[in-house]
């Protein structure tokens, strides 16, 4: 009996601890708090159903799993971004928090419904041991996934990059647009790439707008042409490298402004 209650508390502690990490790590994938959060709540109800007697103790190492996992997550993989960094240690406090309510609701539930039957006790098992699983798996195939995801970021900005710069050749060799280089609208008659929305047309020309994790802006008003920049909204989450192209087709790495315009800046060889 012992050994039952340590092996559920184990695995309510493992599961909580480990189910944070692929969303605290970096790069990680778009995966909501939500599922942990679920994840930690259900492990608690099966623990609660599978020893009902015990169920006060499933909340404690539920809420000391996500704890120990949020403190481990984010001292391996410090925020990056100085105001998300800034409100780590209340996102921790107020996490695991809601985990010790959550399990304390659902830990409940399941002591009112024992699992006595043994076909019942073998679906709580299994339930209980698969999310830890299949957490362990997510956690080892994050890094690998997001990388993937930031070479298709990139491939997908440069598409974008090339597309809005044969758009705006297009409109300046034509007469009757040539001097509406800036008008959004008439760069989209050109324009036959990946799609950007009804509103970035409206926006593109002074603003950044955001397509696929990548920030793109169309700079108009150059003494000599054009340039366009593309940043990934957050390095090295969504893309490795900003990008750049001007009125000379040339590709290039980033932009830099200066009183007489904004020129690229040539890719690291």
Known sequence: MKREIAKLASLTF????????????????????WYPFSTT???????????????GLFIISSSSGTLLGQCVGYAIWWPTDGIEASYVSIAVIVTTLLVAVATMLTAFLGSRIPATANPLKIVAWALLVLPAVFWFAALAATPSLAQRRIVRNQHFAEQRL??????????????????????GSVLRRNYTGRPFSDNDWTRITGNYVLQDRYMFMFYCQEKEGFTIDAQPKEFGQDGNRPLCIDHSGQLGCGMESSALGHRCLPCPK
């Open 14 to 33: 493992l599961g909580s601890a480990i189910c944070w990490l692929p969303i605290i790590i970096f790069p990680r994938l778009e995966i909501s708090w």
């Open 41 to 55: 709540a259900l492990s608690a109800c099966l623990a609660g159903m599978l020893r009902p007697d015990r169920w």
């Open 162 to 183: 090339f597309s809005l710069f044969h758009a705006a050749e297009a409109t300046i060799v034509t007469p009757s647009s040539s001097a509406r280089l800036c008008d």
